[in-house]
């Protein structure tokens, strides 16, 4: 018994090691001596995008997001679906909605000039999102980097997206699986302040929520009213797939006006409005509301923590030399068609 205690305390400890090593992979500066214009290379691809469509940051920043919740910072978002698999694009939170491909392939194109085989389609996007928050006033970081890009994208497996329908239990779940605190995510939701939304995200908060007739009473009966407007029902009682509104009166700006709205009853999604709905998440958004710097630098340091969720290293997955082929595709069937365009947000960084 004493030989088998002391034999998991040494598989204990090399499981450690294994983990901390893997995580050491990741470092600031990685291409510094194998691709020194990588960085320079993606910020020029996402500035000259930006400037064409301001859409397009908090495009990049959701795309990172929905890539790291899936299988982890692997790039399998961008894998296009092929006869017999249907990719993550195609998952319901993402179907029709993901922007940002162009400014992907862009840089990865580029960056096969300068220096082939080196750069991670993963750690482009990782860097892009980077970027974006920068380009809409938010603070940059050092991105951690080594990433290298996972060969499976699977529909299916968006289901591990949170959802905007979800309330603070679902979510503080959703998040813990991939290792990242309530803080974490309440801190990441402010990414909701930039970017535009589909109406059918959150359409049953304002006809019939919960079969009710009405409105969600957790939204202000003006913004209610408003929203109605932007996302009137047509003669056959839905709404229409095609139409956005903006996540909030910046939408271009990454600043903290989306805890204000918040504590104004104006969230936009049930998931938003669920992060004022226990007492220790809604002191967090009172103070964020009240600091936009403790925001700002809680956000920064949450996306590099988001950023690290299950990625691969060393000689794991690959380097994909166009982000949207990957060497090795799945060919599992995904048995269900994805839901038309419109079902998620269209820009805005998480939940759904």
Known sequence: MELYR??????????????????????????????????????????????RDRGIAPGLVRMHFHDCFVRGCDGSVLIKTTVGNNAEEDGPPNAGTLRGFEVIDSAKTRLEQ????????????????????????????????????????????TIDIPAPFFNLDQLTQAFARKHLTQDDMIALSGAHTIGRAHCTSFSDRLYNFRSTNGPDPALHPLYAFILRRQCPRNPQGTVDLSRVVQMNLSP????????????????L????????????????????AMSNRKWLHDFADAMIKMSEIEVLTGNAGEI?????????????????????????????????
């Open 6 to 51: 002391m034999l998991q305390k040494v598989l204990f400890l090399v499981l450690l090691f294994l983990g901390s090593q893997v995580e050491a992979q990741l470092r600031v500066d990685f291409y510094n001596e194998t691709c020194s214009n990588a960085e320079a290379i993606i910020w020029e691809e996402v500035k000259r995008a930006f400037f």
């Open 252 to 267: 271009a700006t990454l600043e903290n006006s989306y805890y204000a709205d918040l504590l104004r009853k104006r969230g």
């Open 114 to 157: 300068e220096c082939r085989g080196v750069v991670s389609c993963a750690d482009i996007l990782a860097y892009a999102a980077r970027d974006s928050v920068v380009i809409t006033g938010g603070l940059g970081w050092d991105v951690p980097a080594g990433r290298r890009d996972g060969r499976i994208s699977r529909a299916e497996e």
């Open 320 to 352: 994909r030399e166009k982000c949207q082929i990957a060497l090795q595709t799945s060919r599992r069937v995904n048995t269900h068609p994805p839901v038309p365009d419109g079902r998620a947000p269209d820009v805005v960084v998480a939940f759904g």
């Open 269 to 288: 999604f049930t998931s938003d409005q669920a992060l004022t709905t226990s007492p220790e998440s809604l002191s967090e958004v009172q103070d964020y």
